[in-house]
């Protein structure tokens, strides 16, 4: 198991001049303790599985490539209670890259609404960790603390009421 650090935003909006992005898949599998995910991943050819420890700004996780085990994953992922349907952008931040989601799917709220995440290497450079202008003009608010923004919570309910 790795440990996930990742800060999260809602985005208003993003630029028109995105980089190509690429459709995703996400499935997500019931699990009996709260904030704690299984999530099934399809992203063009890649198919992974992924299980997600608690917590927000720190999680553990543990990723699977199921890319050579075809039915493995189609029966993963046709038991999902919920899925959502995003596409993601690879965006250069300076140090790196964050990661804008545009959503669509099953849930009408989710469709046009944008998120922007971004992982780091310690909690310290999180934290320290500030936007850059472009997700300023963006709009962007930060939810990494708030739970309904987690894609299992989105796929289940729809985007929230603000």
Known sequence: MTQEIERKWVLVRVSPDLPHGISLL????PMPKENVSFRVRRQGAKRVVTFKGP???VRYEAEFDL???REIFELLIANC???VLKTRYAVPDGLGKCYIDCYDGDHLSLRGKYTAEKEFPSEEEARAWILPQWMVECGAREVTDDPRYLNENLAKNGWPEE
């Open 26 to 29: 996400q499935g997500y599998i």
């Open 55 to 57: 917590g927000r700004l």
């Open 67 to 69: 890319s050579d085990h």
């Open 81 to 83: 209670e919920v899925y």
